[in-house]
């Protein structure tokens, strides 16, 4: 082993795990496992799955302690070290015509401008990676270790212009990473991703991109095609346009196509349109068979059909048990509350149309429906996730808002209580003054807060 190695940092123990039974704590370091020194996350996983292990930990004050520990195949030792990865994040190291942290303001906090292109954070979040970064050892690691799936950032099988738009000359080499990967021998699987751009990989380049695809399949799952996200911001950068309606037509039939040729050849539709193809093209969202039990829901494929159904069935169940729980309904035929629900532009239509469905439903719920624009990163932004804090207070401050503001999860970081522009939620209830409750992108959660039954004592 290397005499530098200095091990990982171990920040906490879970309770009741092997690794608090075997005396492992907080502030102790991880310096092998089965005299192999571990590298990251992914060496860390794969020599801990069986059920014999030899655990090198060394204690605060420099003593060794050799640790053997038998267990379940699989089971987990329970410890949690500093960084998830044990190791660095790799960062991006390409240009993308299209990337959207090119087109954030200065000024942001400087975690956002970070582009994580990690096929670790892939495996173990679910992230989307260009692989341009990852060399022919890593792949092999990942057929190795059999990490799976890894979910891939294509825009393109051609070589030469996924050159182009990623500005980086060796991002067609990296297609033949891809194509070992998707190798049936190995056994991995692989989800892929299109962000589309107007004029650069759509018409022609889609299809041959869709069809190169087609041609990787058991192992590729499924592929998903995103509008690319033009902010305000991008002054300098390579032109890019908008979608129309057209054309946004055009490529919701090109997917449909391989969609009904994947159907019949092999039972599932492999390719799939985000959300926003739909409501740019004006078209029907598809129904949930379509979505193949929502593989690449994450990418904003199927979100919105997923909220109509769960709302629709949660609807229905309350109608059920209201016909049969005398308590239930004298609730609802006495209940009066005013809420304010907050969402962007794409998705507003669909909340407005359910919150009308409840409404006629329960005459004493009353629902103003605040449809926010996206003044922040441009009007071109119209997903609810992008929204900032500056632009809710700016919209509603000094309007009749009723007993609650619904504000949903999504526009909130991850595990944390404040939006893009570091607005907290207090804050935004100060400058407001109404309190607010995060709701999540969920019929059956919309349904139980918008009637409050759960504080009430009902379940549906």
Known sequence: MDNNFKGHFIRDVRPGSIAEEVG??????????????????????????????NVLIEKPDGEPWLLEIEKDD??????????GLMDDYKSCHNKCIFCFIDQMPKGMRETLYFKDDDSRLSFLQGNYVTLTNMSDADVDRIIR?????????IQTTNPELRNKMLNNRFA????????KLCDPQYGIELNAQIVLCKGINDGEELHRSLSDLYSYRPSLRSVSIVPVGLSKFREGLFPLEPFGREEARKVVEEITYWQEKSFKETGDHFIHASDEWFMIAGLPIPPASLYDGYGQLENGVGMVRLLLDDFHESLEALKEAASEDQKLFDYLQNFKYTYTVVSGKLIHPYIADMMNEVMDYCPGLKVN???????????????????????????LKGKELGNKLLLPQNVLRAGENYLLDDITVPQIEEALGIDIEIIRNEGDDLIDRLFRLTENGFKI
């Open 74 to 83: 699989d089971e987990d030792l329970g410890i949690i070290f500093d960084n």
């Open 24 to 53: 492992i704590e907080p502030m102790d370091r991880l310096i092998a496992i089965n005299d192999q020194e571990i590298k990251d996350i992914f060496d860390y996983q794969y020599l801990t799955e069986s059920s014999e292990v």
């Open 172 to 179: 067609g080499q990296a297609l033949e990473k891809f194509k």
């Open 145 to 153: 270790y059999h990490l799976s799936p890894i979910n891939v950032s």
């Open 369 to 395: 429906c605040a449809e926010i624009i996206n003044h922040f990163f441009g009007e071109g932004i119209t997903v609810t996730g992008l929204l900032t804090g500056q632009d809710i207070i700016g919209q």
